[in-house]
């Protein structure tokens, strides 16, 4: 039989070992948004933007901590290097900016899976995804999907290994009729857009797959050469939801990827009335 | 031959022309254009082969000079939205010179505003439809963009069509001389009727049992 000492097994909990799993009395405390992240930043969270890269010190994104790039070798296996090129296309510099805009003290942390031609994309995707797993970044935006079905087992076995190695998956949902993924995962944090201004605005959707919707209309997003442009899509949506749990787990970093997404639901405007 | 090439050549002589294709295309980016009251509406496509999104239908600017034009699929807001798969609203990126330059190479004109939505058939995301510049008065909706996203549905359809026709023509034009006599069996027999036409299908039969008598697919 165990000591008291050794970790619970993960598939039982004995009668006698319920006591070790250590909620304090009181927690949660009442969830109120305040609680949540009144007064957070993001501080001491890591943020990965799997996208097209990050512009170096663009003025809305700040210091990204670490930049890699995606590419496969010869035989097909993935190869991560420094990035030396940046954004390519701009879509994860916006991304990266929104994020800071709602946790300014977060580690920006770059994977660019997109921008060196359209070929083999799902394969670099995939393989991104899988090294910012295995990095243990505490959130991982992903304003893309696949709609590649070969890809799905596999996206679906890295969204619940995230799932429980305490990685959230924020993940852009399609507003199209199409079946694609990760979204539509249950393991990770799904957002559509609304038309609300307030960034801070999130709505709880009890009819899935889409869980959640984030500010996605005219958002002005930071853009290539040090600029912004305003911007409407689940693709802006996603990051402020991104930040909103990085400013939650900056705040209460012992928050499992469950906790975290049962906090956004008491928290929700739809829920909570915004308080 | 392959069963494939077979089919593809039987298809390929019955198929409706490029030209039809093409009008379908066009006939989508003008509707497009008209539902968004904007000064523009195209529709790429991705070729796989060499990477490139390829001009297949303008309405409005660039009409007359854009077909046929390629560009580097990572490329412009049309590279992000293939990519991504997501669709995309950008307003006012005139103030922005080197978006304004990239988007006047592939577009001929710099808009203020545009919408691409990508066109997606089941696993395959074939292109991109784009709406540029609608009315600078009207305020953008999402269910414009939900609107958009259901029509980009339709054309991405239209768009597969048009594949599957080349692919079809392409067998036709490379693969052997067997396959366009089947291609020109199935065209001739299609505009045939009546009396002719059964005694063609009972021709064809009789072929059968000679040269494939234990391969009839019912």
């Known amino acids: 039989m165990a000591s008291r000492d050794e970790p619970i097994p993960a598939w039982s909990l004995a009668a006698d070992a319920a006591g070790q799993l250590g909620f304090a009395a009181n927690w949660p405390e009442r969830v109120t948004r305040d609680w949540a992240f009144g007064g957070g930043d993001g501080e001491g969270v890591r943020v990965c933007i799997l996208d097209s890269g990050v512009e170096r010190e663009h003025p809305l994104v700040g210091t990204v901590e670490r930049a890699v790039a995606v590419s496969l070798g010869v035989d097909g296996e993935a190869i991560v290097e420094a990035d030396e090129e940046g954004d390519l296309c701009g879509h994860g510099t916006a991304c990266a900016g929104i994020v800071r805009s709602l946790a300014p003290a977060c580690a920006i942390h770059s994977v660019r899976v997109l921008g060196a031609g359209y070929t083999g994309s799902g394969d670099v995707l995939l393989a991104g995804l899988r090294w910012a797993v295995e990095q243990g970044f505490e959130v991982i935006n992903m304003s893309l999907s696949t709609t590649k079905r070969q890809f799905s087992g596999l996206l679906h076995e890295l969204a619940d290994s995230a799932y429980f190695r305490r990685t959230v998956l924020v993940a852009s949902a399609h507003n199209m009729p199409v079946e694609s993924y990760p979204w539509r995962f249950s393991a990770v944090i799904s957002v559509g857009s609304h038309e609300d201004p307030d960034p801070l605005a999130y709505y709880y959707n009890p009819s899935p797959p889409v869980e959640f919707f984030a500010r996605g209309v005219g958002v002005d997003v930071a853009w290539l050469g040090g600029g912004s442009v305003r911007c409407t899509g689940n693709s802006f949506a996603t990051p402020h939801l991104s930040g909103i749990c990085a400013r939650i787990l900056g705040k209460h970093p012992e928050l499992t990827p469950f906790q975290l997404k049962s906090v956004l639901l008491l928290t929700a405007t739809n829920v909570a009335g915004g308080q | ?218």
């Not at chain 2, 699929?73 to 293939?82: A, F, N, R």
């Not at chain 2, 609203?89 to 505003?113: C, H, I, K, M, N």
Request: hydrophobic share 50%; no cysteine.
């Open chain 2, 1 to 218: 031959m392959s069963r494939d090439e077979l089919r593809a050549a039987v298809a390929a002589g019955v198929l409706a022309s490029e030209e039809v294709h093409r009008e379908l295309l066009q006939s989508i980016v003008e509707v497009a254009r008209a539902m968004f009251a904007a000064r523009a509406s195209s529709i790429v496509l991705l070729d796989e082969a060499t990477d490139e999104l390829v001009f297949e239908a303008v309405a409005g600017e660039g009409s007359d000079t854009l077909i046929g034009q390629r560009f580097p699929s990572s490329k412009g807001i049309s590279g992000w939205v293939l990519v991504t798969r997501q669709p995309l609203v950008l307003e006012d990126v005139s103030q922005d010179p080197r978006f304004a330059r990239d988007v006047a190479e592939s577009t001929g004109y710099v808009p203020q505003g545009l919408m691409a939505v990508p066109l997606l058939h089941e696993e395959r995301a074939l292109g991109v439809l784009s709406v540029l510049d609608r009315p600078k008065a009207s305020q953008f909706t999402l269910a414009e963009m939900d609107l958009l996203g259901l029509f980009a549905g339709q054309a991405a359809i239209a768009l597969e069509l048009l594949q599957r026709a080349r692919r079809a023509r392409s067998v036709l034009a490379e693969g052997p001389e067997e396959v366009a006599i089947v291609a020109r069996l199935a065209a001739a027999l299609e505009l045939r009727e009546g009396t002719g036409r059964e005694a063609a299908i009972r021709l064809l039969h009789a072929l059968e049992d000679v040269i494939a008598p234990n391969d009839r697919d019912g």
